[in-house]
């Protein structure tokens, strides 16, 4: 892939970015008309694309709407009408009674002149087959009011196919958030540079396929603005490749090709700590989440009664066997005696129970980079432990932290924090800031921050992974993965966003063979090793 498609890809802007950005071309002396012209002509070529007018079957199946707003996504919109109308799609234009741009009133002044209808009632494109939405862009300012609020639900209501120019119509673009309402579309093509809001989980349901339609901004413009290491980025396919580094030489800091000479303990030696009587089945999964990730040595550290199941069901693993509570929770870890130090990473949680409280205590004192999930989690918010308000949770333990909460667990560890806002990644941002450690916070759109404020956002997932024992997994495949990563020099947050990464495609990759009712967690532990065998 080119550098710039690669680089183009991770970046996420906010309206004010893109604002920004835009005002550099134009000062830079791009006409604002070429430039609509330009991005127009890209956005009629997709659609075309995905909606060809096939010689076999009648022009009235290419009924066309489109959606006029009064700013320049209403340009766009307009310019793609006029040039689907010369390739002889039929066009019929909704534009509600608004006080529009100069630009935009032009537009609509010369689709007029060619005598393509123009409607101020929704009413009249009833019959369209297809709808392009170019009411509002990164220019939304407050909620949607009538008459254009009702026409957005006629068009939804129409289950039709909806292209949105930009963004759905209705969605802020920053946060993803509804104002008053949205349109539904089945298709966003999202122009120049991803948006925030595009990546907010609010946004979902909305946004249909997306994909982002390169304009070529120039790359200095970006990082102007931006800055030369944007703050917010998507975790891409690419950057998971360039890390794993399957097709380079080894520069140390991939994971492929693994050195001629090396040995298990060079290749990461990883402590799990898991599992309980009444939680067996979590401690196979996160063994086998770690075994995936082709971690050199793996312990396992749990309750004495379920040695015999782990050895039976990991061969390769050391098996520590530990005195257990009397609800069959591991009650400490020092009789073992185990040098905690020694290893490269440890991953602790799933399927503990809160019993286990002076392991996760224990843990705490290694100075070994730290893995917390689960009822690790919820010992940790248990413990009230100032560390988690005072931004010094690392500094305190001398080695990285990791807390990987769903929303629940969230809201129990940093209870000041309102997650429920609609705005996760702001919510994540604070809570690294606020601990001082990483933290993922699980979702369909998992985001990752570092104390720092960097944030990785996973871009791709599937609804299959909501599912018992998804996440135990995850935590056993990020242990793996961390453990490689010392001696390979790759960040701590790019590892834990390797691993989302990683267990999404997976996830993806089973349920298009299997449905997203067959991924069931010990079917996507088997489907780990295929993502990176491309
Ligand atoms: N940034 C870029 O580089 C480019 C942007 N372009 C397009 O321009 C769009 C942004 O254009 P604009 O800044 O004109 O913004 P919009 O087209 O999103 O709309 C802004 C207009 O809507 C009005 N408005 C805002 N909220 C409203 C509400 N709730 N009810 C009624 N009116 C409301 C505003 O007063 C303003 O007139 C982008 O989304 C994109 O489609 C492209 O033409 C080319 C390149
Ligand atoms: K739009």
Not at 3 to 20: K, L, N, W
Not at 342 to 370: E, H, M, R, W, Y
Not at 417 to 426: C, F, S
């Amino acid at each position: 892939m080119q550098y710039r498609q690669a680089a183009i890809e991770q970046f996420v802007v906010t309206a004010q970015q893109m604002r920004d950005i835009e005002g550099r071309i134009f000062a830079a002396g791009i006409p604002v008309a070429a430039l609509m012209e330009k991005v127009a002509g890209l956005i009629t070529h997709r659609i075309m694309q995905l909606f060809p007018i096939s010689l076999s079957s009648p022009l009235s199946s290419h009924r066309i709407g489109v959606l006029v707003g009064p700013g320049h996504n209403g340009g766009d919109a307009l310019v793609v009408a006029r040039e689907l109308h010369f390739r002889g799609y039929e066009i019929y234009v909704y534009h509600p009674l608004f006080k529009q741009k100069e630009l935009t009133s032009q537009h609509l002044k010369y689709v007029e002149s060619l005598g393509i209808p123009c409607y101020q009632s929704v009413e009249k494109l009833k019959n369209c087959d297809l709808f392009i939405d170019g009411l509002f862009g990164f220019g939304l300012q407050r909620a949607i009011a009538e008459p254009v609020a009702s026409a957005i639900n006629i068009i939804n209501q129409s289950n039709k196919p909806v292209v949105s120019i930009d963004v759905p119509s209705g969605l802020h673009t920053d946060t993803g958030e509804v104002l008053g309402i949205a349109i539904h579309a089945t298709h966003t093509l999202c122009l120049g540079l991803w948006k925030l809001g595009l990546l907010q989980e609010s946004a979902l349901e909305y946004l249909g396929k997306t994909e982002l339609i390169d304009f070529d901004i120039p790359l200095a413009d970006i990082k102007a603005i931006l800055g030369e290491s944007p703050k917010i980025k998507r975790f891409t396919t690419q950057v998971a490749r360039s890390i794993i580094g399957k097709e380079k030489a080894s520069t140390n800091s991939t994971l492929l090709p693994r050195k001629l000479v090396t040995h298990k303990y060079k290749e990461g030696r990883l402590l799990l700590v898991c599992g309980s009587s009444r939680y067996a089945g979590a401690a196979i999964l996160t063994s086998l989440g770690a075994r995936a990730s082709g971690v050199g040595m793996l312990t396992v550290a749990v309750p004495e009664s379920l040695k015999h199941l782990m050895v039976s069901k990991l061969p390769e693993a050391l098996i520590l066997s530990c005195p257990e509570t009397e609800s069959g929770a591991i009650s400490q870890l020092l009789p073992n005696n185990i040098d905690l130090n020694s290893f490269a990473a440890i991953a602790c949680g799933p399927g503990l129970t809160t019993d286990a409280i002076s392991v996760v205590k224990q843990l705490l004192n290694s100075t070994v980079p730290l893995i917390l999930d689960a009822d690790a989690l919820n010992i940790l918010a248990q413990m009230k432990n100032p560390w988690l308000e005072q931004g010094t949770i690392d500094k305190t333990r001398k080695a990285t932290t990791i807390l990987t909460p769903h929303t629940g667990e969230f809201s129990r560890l940093f209870p000041k924090i309102n997650e429920k806002q609609q705005d996760r990644i702001k919510a994540v941002k604070k809570a690294a800031k606020q601990s001082g450690a990483i933290v993922l916070l699980k979702g369909p759109r998992t985001a990752i921050a570092n104390p720092q404020g960097e944030i990785w956002i996973n871009p791709e997932s599937t609804p299959a992974l909501a599912r018992g024992g998804s996440g135990d997994v995850l935590t056993g495949l990020m242990g793996g993965l961390l453990a490689q990563s010392i001696s390979r020099e790759i960040a701590p947050d790019t590892v834990t966003a390797l691993a989302t990464w990683w267990h999404s495609q997976a996830g993806i990759l089973a349920a298009v063979e299997r449905t997203e009712l067959g991924v069931d967690a010990f079917t996507l532990t088997q489907y780990l090793m295929r993502v990176v065998s491309f």
